[in-house]
T-cell receptor, first 111, second 116 residues
Framework: TQLLEQSPQFLSIQEGENLTVYCNSSSVFSSLQWYRQEPGEGPVLLVTVVTGGEVKKLKRLTFQFGDARKDSSLHITAAQPGDTGLYLCAALSNSGYALNFGKGTSLLVTP | GAGVSQSPRYKVTKRGQDVALRCDPISGHVSLYWYRQALGQGPEFLTYFNYEAQQDKSGLPNDRFSAERPEGSISTLTIQRTEQRDSAMYRC??????????????FGPGTRLTVL
């Protein structure tokens, strides 16, 4: 099983601040996905990164895949209370269909 | 429906009882997955179906857990002789196909199982 380490585990910030969360592994991944999970709901896919060094932007969210495809980061600019949730990174297992998830970063953005 | 639905949303049972958790995937989705999620952590893979065929059950914790998808649509996850350690959120996901970098899994709201 590929181990995905996410940091920090918890993050509490004020509205308008910037933040970065990380997803690291000793394994090389063919792709990596980021999900956001709001309280009481299931995870929702935000982005898939495939190419080493790839940067994808989704409004105020910027996702980067490490050059060696072993790590990824998610940067949020000017966080808003609506960004509150559990941010999960996931990679396809060797089976090619099951997802292995990290433990997530729980983000709280207060007004 | 518009998304993956699961029922019941909450299930409280006594130790030793059997429970059946239902998943109704997005119409037309070929692949169906069951995951278990502990509070504040990421989902953990349990089993996978391609149409009606259970192609991977390597994540099922023990033989008290079983799953079926007899007609390639609705799936049931059954836990026999429940134990307190089975308490968790059980999530179902479906996808249009299986595999591939951009194959998106859509998750249901989950069933919160509590074993007393």
């Amino acid at each position: 099983t590929q181990l995905l380490e996410q940091s920090p585990q918890f993050l509490s910030i004020q509205e308008g601040e910037n933040l970065t969360v990380y997803c690291n592994s000793s394994s090389v991944f063919s792709s990596l996905q980021w999900y956001r999970q709001e309280p009481g709901e299931g995870p929702v896919l935000l982005v898939t990164v495939v190419t080493g060094g790839e940067v994808k932007k989704l409004k105020r969210l910027t996702f980067q895949f490490g050059d060696a495809r072993k790590d990824s980061s998610l940067h949020i600019t000017a966080a808003q209370p609506g960004d509150t949730g559990l941010y999960l990174c996931a990679a396809l297992s060797n089976s090619g269909y099951a997802l292995n998830f990290g433990k997530g970063t729980s983000l709280l953005v207060t007004p | 429906g518009a998304g993956v639905s699961q029922s019941p949303r909450y299930k409280v049972t006594k130790r030793g009882q059997d429970v059946a958790l239902r998943c109704d995937p997005i119409s037309g989705h070929v692949s169906l997955y069951w995951y278990r999620q502990a509070l504040g952590q990421g989902p953990e893979f349990l089993t996978y179906f391609n149409y009606e065929a259970q192609q991977d059950k390597s994540g099922l914790p023990n033989d008290r857990f079983s799953a079926e998808r007899p007609e390639g649509s609705i799936s049931t996850l059954t836990i026999q002789r429940t134990e307190q350690r089975d308490s968790a959120m059980y999530r179902c996901a479906s996808s249009l196909a299986s595999g591939g970098y951009y194959n998106e899994q859509f998750f249901g709201p989950g069933t919160r199982l509590t074993v007393l």
